[in-house]
């Protein structure tokens, strides 16, 4: 048990002693951060004003075109034919023609462009042509506008989980995102932590340092030594990154708790105007921020985070441990590729699988995938935040603690062989000799 908690020490002062391991965990935040910001003001700021004209020969389309702070309409009074001709000339982006009869015609309206126009203008225009028809057409049946409105009805429906306890809000938004968030967080960790486990040991293992090491560790105590090792580089990330994005997102919180107080305020108002005079509230408005509070605060916080450190740690123990019997078994990098495929595909499989898995939380493929060790790290952290019976995540805990059991006994049996051999072609078939070997 020493050894191995000497070759644990090792593994992680070397790697969180490296001025990359500082630099990520300071700027992932920040990156991450400044990402979002960019797209935000980017999605905000890149807003340029177009001019689009509008040829109206059925003259029931005036004014239905509204402004915005994208686009501006321009209504013309001239025939279709010299506003083509004009139109180079004009400086407008596009040039809509509404003919005669495009009530029993309404496939006859064309756009004109220079170039082309966007999926996102030729969608719009099209809609207020569709909405203009359509109110024609029953107006003409004898269907008002203001029957139209009365009978346009926006339902917004509360999920409540039946349980035990009683009855409690749930919010199956929350729920898909967190559980997502979760299982690309684990996909990715074990992609990367596993992966410098295989190359921690072929780099050692090519540049003959693992023949000192090996003549006072055993070959059990330095693999499992440099699994926990990277684990726990990985969780110090982990735990750092929390901390710093908490810190960040409560600075933020702190600079925008003016611009938050504005907005509720003038919801408040909001929902005061659309208060009828029997006192009820009329409207359906709500505050966005106390939403997406209510909504984070309708789910088990407490048994996501604990869940997601056990399949965390789970996960990259059970696939870091074939990690490390690949680069035990290969001379170089270049050697692992053959051995990878398999390995690779279940990770890859869970996150395939974990997208319908959030559409049928409780259907079966849900359920088992979520009991094979190899995809239930992912598939069951997807599972977790909709809430999943506790017989259930302790099978799974289970299961996974004994798929990990097997695969170390596994990667032991081929690493202690491989780790000291050199200049030969590895097979499957060899590496199932080495796994028999006494």
């Given amino acids: 048990m020493r050894n191995i908690f000497l070759v644990i020490r090792r593994e992680y002062l070397v790697r969180v002693k490296k001025k990359s391991f500082l630099i990520m965990t300071i700027l992932g935040p920040l990156l991450f951060a400044a990402f979002y910001a960019a797209v935000i003001w980017i999605a905000i700021g890149s807003v340029e004003?177009?001019?689009?004209?509008?040829?109206?020969?059925?003259?029931?389309?005036?004014?239905?075109?509204?402004?915005?702070e994208s686009l501006k309409f321009d209504y013309l009074s001239s025939q279709i034919d010299s506003a083509k001709k004009e139109f180079q000339k004009s400086g407008a982006n596009a040039l809509v023609?509404?003919?005669?009869?495009?009530?029993?015609?309404?496939?006859?309206?064309?756009?004109?462009?220079?170039?082309?126009?966007?999926?996102?203008l030729k969608s719009g225009i099209e809609d207020v042509i569709e909405k203009q028809i359509e109110e024609i057409k029953l107006s003409e049946a004898g269907i008002t506008h203001k029957i139209l409105e009365d009978s346009r009805v926006n339902v917004k429906s509360e999920t409540i989980s039946l349980s035990a306890e009683g009855e409690k809000t749930s919010s199956s938004g929350a729920a898909t995102v967190i559980g997502g968030i979760c299982a690309f967080l684990i996909y990715m960790s074990v992609f990367i932590y596993g992966t410098q486990v295989?190359?921690?040991?072929?780099?050692?293992?090519?540049?003959?340092?693992?023949?000192?090491?090996?003549?006072?560790?055993?070959?059990?105590?330095?693999?499992?030594?440099?699994?926990?090792?990277?684990?726990?580089?990985?969780?110090?990330?982990?735990?750092?990154?929390?901390?710093?994005?908490?810190?960040?997102?409560?600075?933020?919180?702190?600079?925008?708790?003016?611009?938050?107080?504005?907005?509720?305020?003038?919801?408040?108002?909001?929902?005061?105007?659309?208060?009828?005079?029997?006192?009820?509230?009329?409207?359906?408005?709500?505050?966005?921020?106390?939403?997406?509070?209510?909504?984070?605060?309708?789910?088990?916080?407490?048994?996501?985070?604990?869940?997601?450190?056990?399949?965390?740690?789970?996960?990259?123990?059970?696939?870091?441990?074939?990690?490390?019997?690949?680069?035990?078994?290969?001379?170089?990098?270049?050697?692992?590729?053959?051995?990878?495929?398999?390995?690779?595909?279940?990770?890859?499989?869970s996150f395939v699988f974990a997208q319908f898995v959030l559409r049928d939380p409780d259907g079966s493929l849900a359920f088992w995938t979520s009991m094979i060790p190899f995809t239930s790290p992912i598939i069951m952290m997807v599972r977790i935040p909709f809430g999943v019976p506790a017989w259930e995540i302790a099978l799974s805990m289970v299961l996974l603690v004994l798929g990990f059991a097997g695969t170390i006994w596994l990667a032991s049996r081929i690493y202690r062989v491989g780790i000291l051999m050199y200049g030969k072609k590895v097979t499957y078939k060899e590496l199932a000799k080495w796994i028999f070997y006494k």
């Fill in 97 to 120: 023609y509404i003919p005669k009869n495009v009530i029993k015609e309404p496939k006859s309206v064309r756009i004109y462009a220079a170039k082309n126009v966007s999926m996102e």
């Fill in 198 to 349: 295989m190359r921690g040991i072929t780099e050692e293992k090519t540049n003959r340092i693992v023949e000192v090491i090996i003549s006072s560790v055993k070959p059990y105590q330095l693999m499992m030594g440099k699994i926990i090792g990277v684990a726990l580089v990985g969780l110090t990330q982990f735990v750092l990154w929390i901390l710093l994005t908490t810190s960040l997102s409560s600075v933020a919180t702190n600079v925008m708790s003016d611009k938050i107080a504005t907005e509720a305020k003038a919801v408040t108002e909001m929902q005061q105007k659309n208060m009828p005079a029997n006192g009820m509230p009329g409207g359906n408005v709500q505050n966005p921020v106390a939403e997406v509070m209510g909504a984070i605060s309708s789910l088990n916080i407490p048994l996501i985070l604990s869940c997601f450190l056990f399949y965390y740690l789970g996960g990259y123990l059970l696939y870091s441990a074939l990690f490390g019997a690949v680069g035990a078994a290969v001379d170089n990098d270049a050697d692992t590729q053959q051995f990878m495929l398999p390995i690779t595909l279940p990770i890859i499989f």
């Fill in 49 to 68: 004003l177009k001019t689009v004209q509008v040829v109206d020969e059925s003259n029931m389309f005036t004014n239905q075109f509204k402004d915005s």
